[in-house]
Structures are given as structure tokens and as C-alpha cells.
């Protein structure tokens, strides 16, 4: 079975800085994978799915995230944190027959 | 399109009352999920159903009943509530296709 580890549980960044989330993976076969945001009092919503085809895969509002197989690693990215970044991530596993099980996630704060 | 729509939003209860989350999805999607949100525990699933007509317990299915009424509707019943079930309660769906979630906007439960 597919398991993730985010090796962060809180990030904390300055704006206009770099981001960098961090998702590790175990799986015997390529997984699928997913980014999932939730701004504060909102739903969950997709950022971004790695599904094997281009292992560089771009998301909303500028995050992408990069499939390493090598590294058993799909650590989210972006250039330039803004304010509104702030928000609770969740890196999760998707195998196809099993239900989508979710973590703690990684909380992103954004000071000015 | 409205996606996944939760009822209610918010709701007051004491303990030991019943009370029904009621799910709806308009995308035609075989799978749907109920998961809670606690502070710091990200979202744990409660159940998910692969198919109309049936029901799998999640991680923490304890307190918990579901219905999946139809392919659109599935709802989760508290029947004797406790303070320990407070909590953002998230309904979703999945897309066979990649195993994509759409959610709703959460009902935010308080057992007094």
C-alpha cells in the first residue's frame, strides 16, 4: 500500500521568498500523487496531480511539484511566496481500488 | 455545475441527540468519502463508498452510520452524538479517471 510523509509540519516563510513543501513517498510502483490546499474555514481544493505522465507537473497559482523517482520524493514548490499562500497542504497518495487517505498536512505561514 | 453540496453548514446539537449530514453530487462520480477535520489531525476518513450499494469504514468509523441512498447521495448519521464527534465534517467524490477529489465546503458540527 502507498504512504507519504510530510517532513514538516509547519513552514514558515517570509513574502516574496521561496517555498518549498516536503513530500516523501513509499510505494513499491510509481504512484499517483496529489497537492491539496485548504485555506483557513475553506474546503479542500486541488493544486496539482502527478499521475505518470510529465514528472514536472505545474499547479494553480504558481506551485508546481517535481516527481523523483530516485528520490521517492514530490515536494511542492514556488518561487515567490505571496500572503495569500497561507494555508494547510496535504500531499497524498492515490491508488487506484483504495480510498484516499489523508495526513496531518503541512501548515504555510506567510509574514510580510 | 455545483459539485459537491453539504447540508447543513453549521449545526448546534447536545449530546446523545441524532442528527443526519446530508451529501450531494451532481459530477456523476462512482466514489464518494465523508472525512472529519480536527486541529492538528488533519482529515481522517470516516467512510467512503467505491459504488452505489457500498459502504467501507475509514479510520475512524466508531459513532458513525452512512447511506449511499443513490449514486448522487451519501449521508452520515450521528445517532447518539458526543462531545468528542465536534468537529468540520467534509464530504467528497472521486473521478475514476486519476482518483481526483472534489469536496464539499465542510459542516461544521459542536456537540455540547
Known amino acids: ?112 | 455545475n455545483a459539485g459537491v453540496t453539504q447540508t447543513p453548514k453549521f449545526q448546534v446539537l447536545k449530546t446523545g441527540q441524532s442528527m443526519t449530514l446530508q451529501c450531494a453530487q451532481d459530477m456523476n462520480h462512482n466514489s464518494m468519502y465523508w472525512y472529519r477535520q480536527d486541529p492538528g489531525m488533519g482529515l481522517r476518513l470516516i467512510y467512503y463508498s467505491a459504488s452505489e450499494g457500498t459502504t467501507d469504514k475509514g479510520e475512524v468509523p466508531n459513532g458513525y452510520n452512512v447511506s449511499r441512498l443513490n449514486k448522487r447521495e451519501f449521508s452520515l448519521r450521528l445517532e447518539s452524538a458526543a462531545p468528542s464527534q465536534t468537529s468540520v465534517y467534509f464530504c467528497a467524490s472521486q473521478t475514476w479517471q486519476d482518483g481526483e477529489l472534489f469536496f464539499g465546503e465542510g459542516s461544521r458540527l459542536t456537540v455540547l
Not at chain 1, 32 to 56: C, D, E, I, M, R
Not at chain 1, 95 to 108: E, H, P, V
Request: proline share 4%.
Open chain 1, 1 to 112: 500500500a502507498q504512504s507519504v510523509t510530510q517532513l514538516d509540519s509547519h513552514v514558515s516563510v517570509s513574502e516574496g521568498t521561496p517555498v518549498l513543501l516536503r513530500c516523501n513517498y513509499s510505494s513499491s510502483y510509481s504512484p499517483s500523487l496529489f497537492w491539496y490546499v485548504q485555506h483557513p474555514n475553506k474546503g479542500l481544493q486541488l493544486l496539482l496531480k502527478y499521475t505518470s505522465a510529465a514528472t514536472l507537473v505545474k499547479g494553480i497559482n504558481g506551485f508546481e511539484a517535481e516527481f523523483k523517482k530516485s528520490e521517492t520524493s514530490f515536494h511542492l514548490t514556488k518561487p515567490s511566496a505571496h500572503m495569500s499562500d497561507a494555508a494547510e497542504y496535504f500531499c497524498v497518495p492515490n491508488q487506484a481500488g483504495t480510498a484516499l487517505i489523508f495526513g496531518k498536512g503541512t501548515t504555510l505561514s506567510v509574514s510580510s
